[in-house]
Each structure stands twice: as structure tokens, then as C-alpha cells.
């Protein structure tokens, strides 16, 4: 018997649509929302609060919101430049050293270009380099070579090569593979390959990610100063412990716009080479 589409399409299209639930089974979802729900109210009931100090955190906190919206520039205008001197030099050569160190780590660790061993020890590099959260490295570092931007750039640069290293081995292995095949049928050897098949496809990926790890690396380097990494975290941590809020502030608002500016430059940068 022969049947229209629309006579066979029209009963489906009467009925209501509904997604299909990822647990099919009713009381089991409930339950699962339930137990969900039970966790955590008990994990929110076991953070011991001291209201008492909430209270009096409420008053310095205010204090904050008024310093941060009448900022005071002039004040530590010396110490300011000097911390963000310090965090754009840690910044830049920290990014500049850990894209050079991560070229060749990432080739390393794609799986379809390079060998078994490289393979394995690239990756090892990767999985310690990402192991670690920045503050924790500068603490170490801090501990090693003493307060001041060397730790800073250190931890950015131990930081940044972990980064970039993982994403450029993953984009490698993602390639287009009939670009290698051409050019090892005409005879290509592997640098050959990595630099004409691999290069190409990866650049412009490689400059974006390198531009936002740039980003990165200059909020990072606020975060590291507070333990000693050198930077305008440094200063901003000084401004904190003596109650200078206004001070911290305008680093706040300093910190923001140069956040600001880098992003679109940034955007910018890989519209123009993508």
C-alpha cells in the first residue's frame, strides 16, 4: 500500500515535541535530583560562618567599593610604575621565552609527526607544567631565588609552555593529513613536512593562542606579586595591608584598561592573520 509523506508525517506532526531525558527511568532521575539536592544543602551547612566577621567584613568592604570609585593616582604614582613596569617586562619576555620552549615540546607531543619516545617524554613535560597552578610554582620559586620579577617570570614561563604546548600538539594532530601526504609523495623529509604541511595549517592558531596567553600572563602576573613574585601585585598587596584603598584602586582600574586594550589588540591581531 502506497502512502503519502504528508499522511505518514502528519500523525508525528500532531504530537507535542519533547526532548528525550538523558535517564529515561523517572524515579531514578528524581532521586538522583533529590540526592543532588540533599548534598548540598549538607555541604553548604558544613562551611562554618562567623557572622560576627561577615558583619565587620561588610564595613571594609565598603571601604573598598568607595576607594575603587574615587581612586587616588597620585599618591604611590612611583610605586605604580615600578610594579607595572615589572609586570609588562615579566609579562612579554615570560610569553616570548615560553612560545620559543614550546614549538618544539608541542611538535613533540603530537601523536601523528613525532616518535613513540619523544611522544611520551614531550607529553611528561606537559602533564608537569599543567599540574601545578601559577601561585603554587611562584611560591616555589619565590623560595629558590628570593622576592623580586625573576621568580615571576619563571612561574609565567613554566606556565605558558604547558599552555600553549598541549594546544599546539592537539591543533598538529587535527591537521589536514592530505597536505602531509603531498608533500611526503614528492620525496619531502620530515622537516619538510612540519614546515610546509604542518606550519601553514597551525600559524594562525599558534599567534591567537599566543596573544591570549599574553592576556593571561599579565593577570597572572597580579595574582604571583602577592606572594612575593614581584609586579604590580606586589604593590596592589602593599596598598592592601595598609589600608590604602584608593591606592588600590587606581591599580585596579590600571590593571583593567591595560586587560582592555590588550583585548582588543589581541582580536585584532588574529582577524588580520586568520
Known amino acids: 500500500m502506497n502512502m503519502t509523506s504528508s499522511s505518514v508525517a502528519s500523525p508525528v ?8 531525558p538523558f535517564i529515561v527511568n523517572a524515579r531514578l532521575r528524581w532521586s538522583l535530583y533529590l540526592g543532588s539536592l540533599l548534598y548540598l544543602v549538607l555541604a553548604i551547612s558544613s562551611v562554618s560562618v562567623n557572622w560576627s566577621r561577615v558583619w565587620e567584613g561588610l564595613d571594609r ?3 573598598f567599593v568607595e576607594g575603587f570609585l574615587v581612586p587616588d593616582f597620585a599618591s604611590r604614582w612611583g ?5 607595572m613596569q615589572e609586570s609588562l617586562t615579566m609579562t612579554l619576555t615570560s610569553t616570548v621565552v615560553g612560545i ?5 615540546i608541542g611538535i613533540g ?5 613525532a616518535p613513540a619516545p619523544v611522544y611520551a617524554v614531550c607529553r611528561s613535560i606537559i602533564a608537569l607544567s ?11 620559586f619565590v623560595a629558590m631565588f628570593g622576592f623580586g620579577p625573576l621568580a615571576g617570570f619563571l612561574t609565567l614561563s613554566f606556565a605558558t609552555i604547558g599552555f600553549l604546548s598541549k594546544l599546539l600538539a592537539e591543533d598538529i594532530e587535527d591537521i589536514d593529513e592530505a597536505q602531509a601526504e603531498a608533500v611526503r609523495a614528492t620525496g619531502g623529509g620530515w622537516w619538510q613536512i612540519v614546515n610546509y604541511a604542518i606550519q601553514p595549517q597551525v600559524m594562525p592558531r599558534l599567534i591567537g593562542l599566543s596573544l591570549y596567553r599574553l592576556d593571561i600572563n ?21 596598598a592592601i595591608d595598609r589600608y590604602e584603598y584608593d591606592t588600590a584602586g587606581a591599580i585596579l582600574i590600571i590593571i583593567i584598561l591595560i586587560v582592555m586594550v590588550s583585548e582588543y589588540s589581541s582580536g585584532y591581531v588574529r582577524k588580520w592573520v586568520q
Request: charged share 20%; net charge positive.
Open 13 to 20: 506532526a500532531g504530537r507535542p515535541w519533547r526532548k528525550r
Open 61 to 63: 568592604g565598603w571601604r
Open 79 to 83: 610605586d605604580i610604575v615600578i610594579g
Open 100 to 104: 620559543l620552549i614550546s614549538v618544539p
Open 109 to 113: 607531543a603530537a601523536r601523528n609527526i
Open 130 to 140: 599543567r599540574s601545578f597552578q601559577e601561585i603554587i610554582v611562584a611560591i616555589l
Open 218 to 238: 599579565f593577570r597572572e602576573s597580579a595574582v604571583i606579586g602577592i606572594v612575593g613574585a614581584g609586579g604590580i601585585g606586589a604593590t596592589l598587596n602593599t
